[in-house]
């Protein structure tokens, strides 16, 4: 059975390289000596003696991320349902010491001199960065800075690990976006009251953005009054504007860029069309935007009102938009309560 990463276990993580982590990744690895230890402290979790079943499970968590191994594969394939049990309550501190272990690494390597087994870096740099080391230095700033929040660091990791875990942590990473934006939405009763309204961070948008480019649209549960929201309601912070319109003004704005406009290249269903024809409006001069307003008029599906605005945007800018317009003109599945005039 896969697994997410177990963040809990250590409240927060310590997005700060620790005093003398290595930045080689290689010094990670557990030496054959651990691993054979903490293998026979797994089977005296099975002695018939309760205290022998005791101590072997209290050295086994005094061990550490040291242990991840050893506990993972009794976890998942040990007969003995007592070994699963404690395997299974071990196994979150040992994940989470892992990945601290992991972060600290990462840190350290400030020149990006090695490989790293982070949740979903490989991917996040592949799309924020174009292969030029200012935007790869971006895009790692940026990575981590959206690590320092442990939900960012939940979603990373759930993206590997199939569509449907992928897209249930897509979906709440939503809600509670939205949540922490709107905290009183639909009547919610928030414990304390007062809650004000807090605005995502850019690295916060990034992730979610990204995540919505690596999981298609449709594997994304969508449910209740909150239906609606996708990354389309927080691209337009104004943190998220200015990273776009104006990147040299902001720090890791390249990365964040590049990220949107993946991500505005990747919007095809006809429902998302619908949801995301307004956010062109925001960025004229970003020429992706006018694509995703031809993807909007042209796509079937799309609703009659986003398509008539789709048509008003792309008139605003000009001529270059008037093919996609007149591919509508004979259309019979109407523009709803749109009219459009060619002049």
Request: net charge positive; glycine share 6%; hydrophobic share 45%.
């Amino acid at each position: 059975m896969k697994r997410v990463w177990a963040f809990a276990a250590l409240g927060c993580f310590a997005v700060l390289p620790a005093r003398a982590a290595s930045p080689d990744p290689r010094t990670l690895d557990v030496p054959a000596a651990e691993l054979s230890k903490a293998r026979e402290l797994v089977r005296q979790l099975a002695s018939d003696v309760y205290k022998e079943r005791e101590q072997a499970q209290a050295n086994l968590a005094k061990m550490g991320r040291l242990a991840r191994t050893a506990l993972s594969e009794a976890l998942a394939k040990d007969p003995n349902p007592e070994v699963r049990a404690r395997a299974g309550r071990l196994l979150p501190r040992a994940e989470s010491l892992d990945l601290q272990a992991r972060i600290d690494t990462f840190l350290a390597d400030t020149e990006s001199k090695f490989h790293h087994d982070m949740p979903s870096w490989d991917l996040f740099r592949a799309e924020a960065a174009t292969r030029t080391p200012a935007s790869e230095k971006a895009a790692r700033d940026l990575y981590v800075e959206a690590i320092k929040t442990p939900a960012n660091l939940e979603l990373l990791a759930a993206l590997p690990l199939g569509t449907e875990p992928a897209g249930r942590a897509i979906a709440d990473r939503r809600l509670s976006l939205f949540l922490q934006q709107n905290p009183n939405a639909f009547g919610r009763f928030v414990p304390g009251g007062n809650t004000l309204p807090r605005q995502p961070t850019l690295a916060d948008v990034a992730m979610l953005l990204f995540a919505e480019i690596a999981i298609d649209e449709k594997d994304i549960p969508r449910s209740g009054p909150f239906s609606y929201v996708s990354a389309s309601q927080f691209v337009q912070i104004a943190a998220a504007i200015q990273a776009v319109n104006k990147p040299d003004g902001t720090p890791q704005a390249a990365a964040y860029r590049q990220m949107f406009i993946r991500w505005l290249d990747t919007r095809t269903s006809p429902d998302t069309l619908s949801n995301v024809v307004w956010v062109a409006s925001q960025f004229q001069q970003l020429k992706e935007s006018t694509a995703l307003l031809e993807r909007v008029v042209r796509t079937d599906g799309v609703s009659g009102y986003s398509k008539a605005q789709g048509m008003i945007y792309l008139l605003q800018r000009g001529k270059n938009g008037l093919d996609a317009i007149r591919t509508q003109l004979k259309n019979d599945t109407g523009l709803g309560n749109g009219r459009i005039q060619i002049g």
